[in-house]
């Protein structure tokens, strides 16, 4: 059978961690720690971090259907966080602020904006969002929905709960 769905994907505390300056506290840690526990140079140290990313990117691409980024931040970041992250290229689209005329999640004008722009059947759509009002919304709407948590029992309207990305493609049966 064909996955005909189309994944919404918020940016912040979704696709990355939005803590200010987060990246170079990422790359200080995980090198001091593979310094200290496994006696690698910083090059060695490095390569695993990309390694990593190309794990998280590999994890995307295994999804089947179009995928895209809905985001209340301005366009600019959201390209410059993907970019960053090296999974730009694994987005169809970003839907940012401008693009709901500064009427940010969870308002649903924003998504049917999102919707329409792209084609897109809210039935055949999965939104994966970290915050629950903007996942109630996209409930109401007829989406799927994944909460990306790692503490906290689901509400109702919430399909499945993963405490990361890597887990998506175990659960896409839970999602047709």
Not at 36 to 61: C, S
Request: a positive charge; aromatic letters at 10%; charged letters at 25%.
């Amino acid at each position: 059978m064909k996955f005909g769905k189309a994944w919404i994907f918020d940016l912040d505390n979704t696709l990355h961690n939005a803590r200010p300056h987060i990246f170079p506290h990422i790359n200080r840690a995980m090198t001091a720690y593979l310094q200290a526990h496994l006696g690698l140079e910083e090059e060695a140290a490095g390569e695993l971090r990309r390694h990593y990313w190309k794990r998280y990117g590999a994890t995307l691409r295994r999804l089947p259907g179009r995928k895209f980024v809905f985001s209340n931040a301005p366009v600019h970041y959201s390209r410059a966080v993907l970019g960053a992250l090296g999974i730009a290229d694994l987005f169809d689209g970003i839907f940012s602020i401008e693009h709901t005329r500064f009427r940010p999640k969870p308002d649903s004008y924003g998504f049917l904006r999102l919707c329409r722009a792209h084609r897109l059947q809210p039935q055949r759509c999965i939104m994966v969002e970290d915050t629950l009002d903007n996942l109630r919304t996209a409930g109401r709407l007829g989406m799927k929905t994944v909460w990306v948590a790692r503490a906290g029992k689901p509400p109702g309207y919430v399909d499945v709960k993963i405490a990361n990305l890597m887990q998506l493609p175990r659960l896409l049966a839970y999602l047709q």
